[in-house]
């Protein structure tokens, strides 16, 4: 009998390897039920969980939503701009008044760091991060990794590359921890000015050229520029990004070997990846979705049972 | 501890062989039958049902592995946690016989999740439950057993064990577990 050594996802950096087997070995029973002509269980049906977004979200939102109700959990839905946080309420008490109303967990992105662990200290739901600012996106990272294991086999002794905005991105962050619990060997890729100024402390490389990372990797997940995080301009223009960092077809064909292309979305089309290269089949950007429905089910799934 | 032998293994291997030919008397030629074992135990009789109906029949009847832990109604009532196992049914239950297989029944909680969870998979047309030991009079629900290998009345504090040589055990056994009363 396996449980997580964790009561809330807060982060990769807080659970251990075989937590993260544990997930994906539940994930892969989750997978097998998404796939049967009745795509629903019972487990949850017992719990509420309230999906507290003080930040945009469409992907994320959905696959949680639909994890939710996959475990027959009943779901609520907050987001920020519809609701008294506009009136000055507190974080704590804007969730404290959600959890009076006898909710079991919280799905909460936010747009500062830290935001879900200071909540972990004074409530008593169990916690997903589904994304704080710029610093973890775990639920994302699992997907990734659980994704590369379904295409690869494993993920350990893999080499990974991180293509784009490191500097802004919860996604990297999350991913490079998880890969190397995961025993991947992870390389960043961008240019100077998105890349964070003390990133080879975690025992990442680092490669300023695009084709270079490329010819080492084995996967390649790229990611976005976020142009919404960035208060000054890292880049002369999105054009010249494009020009040096964005990733076409030629550039996977030129490659003498075949590698994955990953995406955690939304893609920009034609900015850091061309339409030929995202549609191709090196791409699993629609398996990671797909997969992001397993992983999230499998994490409150478990979580559930540490409550 | 005080484990007594119930059933050993030369009497294990009658007590399959006539399970199937009770089996082959209800569903003849399994032409519409198909095994469901429940996970994680009830796999191995499954296995070993197909494998000596196949070697009277000549064919292997469809079998596959249910596991029931997302259906299940003591989920965070226990105290340990549970963990889920594969399920692999790759064939369609719509309007099959299914011949659900484990190896004690106990409470009947586990054949009531093994309902739920086949339910998803279609709509069979008849449903039967095959078990080695049926223990007596402990059941929370009202499920009984189609075949049975053996009645075992059993108290609460003891618990009914098989074993089988796919788990690495030395023999087919089937044992009674009695805990010593501190």
């Known amino acids: ?307 | 501890m005080q484990k007594r032998l119930i059933v050993n293994h030369q009497l294990l291997d009658i007590m399959v062989l006539r399970l199937c030919h009770q089996l082959i008397e209800n569903h003849g030629d399994f032409s519409d039958s198909v095994i469901l074992g429940l996970q994680p135990r009830g796999r191995f009789v499954a296995q070993r049902i197909q494998h000596t109906l196949a070697s009277i029949l000549g064919k292997q009847v469809p079998t596959g592995y249910l596991d029931t832990t997302f259906h299940r109604d003591d989920f965070r009532r226990r105290e340990t946690p549970l963990t889920a196992n594969a399920t692999k049914v790759d064939f369609l239950i719509e309007g099959k016989n299914v011949i659900l297989v484990d190896d004690v029944l106990y409470t009947g909680r586990s054949v009531r999740a093994a309902l739920d969870a086949m339910i998803a998979y279609g709509r069979p047309a008849n449903v039967e439950l095959l078990v080695l030991i049926d223990r007596l009079y402990s059941r929370h629900l009202p499920i009984q057993p189609t075949y049975v290998g053996r009645h075992v009345n059993s108290l609460q504090s003891q618990r009914v064990l098989v074993e089988w040589k796919e788990q690495q055990a030395p023999e087919d056994n089937i044992w009674l577990i009695t805990k010593n009363e501190e």
Request: net charge positive.
């Open chain 1, 1 to 307: 009998m396996q449980e997580l050594s964790v009561r809330h996802l807060l982060g990769i950096k807080d659970i251990t390897p075989q937590d993260i087997q544990l997930i994906f070995e539940t994930a892969d029973n989750f997978k097998d039920v998404l796939n049967r002509p009745i795509k629903k269980v019972p487990s949850l049906r017992d719990i509420t969980i309230a999906n507290v977004f003080f930040e945009n979200s469409t992907r994320t939102r959905l696959s949680f939503e639909l994890a939710e109700k996959r475990l027959s959990a009943d779901v609520i839905n907050f987001s920020s701009s519809s609701s008294s946080v506009k009136k000055g309420e507190t974080l704590l008490d804007t969730v404290n008044n959600i959890l009076a109303m006898k909710v079991d967990m919280i799905v909460m992105r936010h747009s500062s760091p830290g935001a879900p662990h200071f909540l972990s200290n004074h409530i008593k739901a169990n916690i997903v991060n589904a994304g704080d600012g710029t610093h973890e996106h775990p639920t994302q990272a699992l997907l990734d990794s659980f994704s590369i294991r379904e295409r690869l086999g494993d993920v350990a002794g893999k080499k990974v590359v991180i293509i784009g905005d490191i500097l802004h991105s919860r996604v990297a962050l999350s991913n490079i921890f998880a890969l190397q619990k995961l025993g991947a060997e992870v390389m960043v890729c961008g240019p100077t000015t998105l890349l964070p100024k003390h990133i080879r402390q975690l025992g990442v490389k680092v490669e300023l050229d695009v084709r270079k990372a490329l010819a080492w990797c084995d996967v390649a997940n790229v990611l976005r520029i976020q142009l919404e995080r960035q208060q000054m301009k890292y880049f002369p223009s999105l054009r010249e990004y494009t020009l040096y960092y964005g990733i076409d077809k030629k550039m996977l064909n030129s490659l003498d070997k075949e590698i994955t292309l990953m995406h955690p979305g939304p893609i920009n089309r034609g900015v850091e990846l061309s339409s030929d290269a995202a549609d191709s089949h090196h791409s699993i950007i629609l398996n990671q979705v797909e997969n992001g429905v397993a992983i999230r089910m499998a994490v409150l799934f478990l979580l559930a049972q540490k409550q």
